[in-house]
């Protein structure tokens, strides 16, 4: 509870740096105050929930997962309901149908994904890597708490060189690092990403060309999916139970992964497979 209240006093600080700027658009201010409100509203929901819920993911492909207490800070409601990135829910639902061995999860954060496939795909053992090294902790910890830690390897920075370390068909390459897919999924300096099967999600909120950028460079390997982003809604009643009035705005917010523009995904499959 501590933690959430430091991030609801930095979130205020920063609504009065953004008042206080009398020469910025009016509409953008606005905008940013309402990011930064809804902000501490979806962090307040998401402790409330867990007060009634506890740690373990409600629904969704990896429903049963259990989250560490570092994870359950700020806007975390979505991971807890199951509904995080629903977008993806019916590509990951066919991703642990596939005979795959091996994850490549770059940029694996505190590891949602690399614990979730790992519980899903008792074949698989899965190469986590993040720079940070609190999410590295992080992922650890939540292998550990999920029983899945002998199958997860977590390591720090992924080099395009080792995109050939990993055999074509028995591979996925699931990648989130906040641009950076720009520089290394390149399959002309690396090869090997012609044949892997990869899930990629595209910063075009920091750079509006990678998507292009993307599509252009693996058109000719790979038949390429793009998954825009949906709205969706919880009806916080099914926990609460209908007795209690919810604000309609609660039941929006709740679902927010405060993303702030475009980040659609490339699922990729190699022509060859």
Same mark, same amino acid.
């Given at each position: 509870?501590?933690?959430?209240?430091?991030?609801?006093?930095?979130?205020?600080?920063?609504?009065?740096?953004? *008042?206080? /700027? =009398?020469?910025?658009?009016?509409?953008?201010?606005?905008?940013?105050?309402?990011?930064?409100?809804? &902000?501490?509203?979806?962090?307040?929901?998401?402790?409330?929930?867990?007060?009634?819920?506890? =740690? $373990?993911?409600?629904?969704?492909?990896?429903?049963?997962?259990?989250?560490?207490?570092?994870?359950?800070? +700020?806007?975390?409601?979505?991971? *807890?309901?199951?509904?995080?990135? %629903?977008?993806?829910?019916?590509?990951?639902?066919?991703?642990? /149908?596939?005979?795959?061995? /091996?994850?490549?999860?770059?940029?694996?954060? &505190?590891?949602? &994904?690399?614990?979730?496939?790992?519980?899903?795909?008792?074949?698989?053992?899965?190469?986590?890597?993040?720079?940070?090294?609190?999410?590295?902790?992080?992922?650890?910890?939540?292998?550990?708490?999920?029983?899945?830690?002998?199958?997860?390897?977590?390591?720090?920075?992924?080099?395009?060189?080792?995109?050939?370390?990993?055999?074509? +068909?028995?591979?996925?390459?699931?990648?989130?690092?906040?641009?950076?897919?720009?520089? *290394?999924?390149?399959?002309?300096?690396?090869?090997?990403?012609?044949?892997? %099967?990869?899930?990629?999600?595209? #910063? =075009?909120?920091?750079? /509006?060309?990678?998507?292009?950028?993307?599509?252009?460079?693996?058109?000719?390997? #790979?038949?390429?999916?793009?998954?825009?982003?949906?709205?969706?809604?919880?009806? *916080? $009643?099914?926990?609460?139970?209908?007795?209690?009035?919810?604000?309609?705005?609660?039941?929006?917010?709740?679902?927010?992964?405060?993303?702030? +523009?475009?980040?659609?995904?490339?699922?990729?499959?190699?022509?060859?497979?």
């Amino acid at each position: 509870m501590a933690v959430v209240y430091e991030k609801a006093s930095e979130i205020i600080k920063e609504m009065q740096r953004i *008042l206080s /700027k =009398d020469n910025e658009e009016e509409n953008l201010r606005i905008n940013r105050l309402w990011h930064t409100i809804s &902000y501490i509203r979806a962090s307040r929901l998401a402790t409330m929930l867990r007060t009634t819920i506890g =740690d $373990t993911v409600q629904g969704g492909p990896f429903k049963g997962m259990r989250l560490t207490p570092d994870v359950m800070t +700020g806007a975390y409601a979505p991971a *807890l309901l199951g509904m995080y990135e %629903h977008e993806l829910h019916s590509v990951f639902e066919g991703v642990i /149908k596939q005979p795959f061995k /091996k994850i490549v999860n770059i940029g694996c954060a &505190y590891g949602y &994904y690399s614990v979730g496939l790992a519980m899903r795909m008792p074949q698989v053992t899965v190469d986590s890597f993040d720079i940070n090294e609190g999410c590295q902790k992080r992922c650890r910890d939540m292998a550990t708490l999920n029983g899945v830690q002998d199958r997860i390897h977590v390591a720090g920075e992924f080099r395009g060189e080792d995109f050939a370390k990993y055999i074509p +068909g028995e591979t996925l390459v699931l990648m989130d690092i906040e641009g950076g897919e720009k520089d *290394l999924l390149d399959p002309v300096k690396y090869p090997a990403l012609k044949k892997l %099967h990869v899930i990629l999600e595209m #910063h =075009d909120v920091f750079d /509006k060309e990678i998507s292009q950028l993307m599509t252009e460079r693996f058109s000719a390997s #790979h038949d390429i999916q793009i998954v825009g982003h949906t709205n969706i809604m919880y009806d *916080l $009643t099914q926990i609460t139970g209908p007795v209690r009035y919810i604000d309609p705005i609660d039941n929006m917010l709740v679902t927010w992964e405060n993303r702030g +523009g475009p980040t659609p995904w490339a699922i990729m499959k190699p022509k060859s497979a």
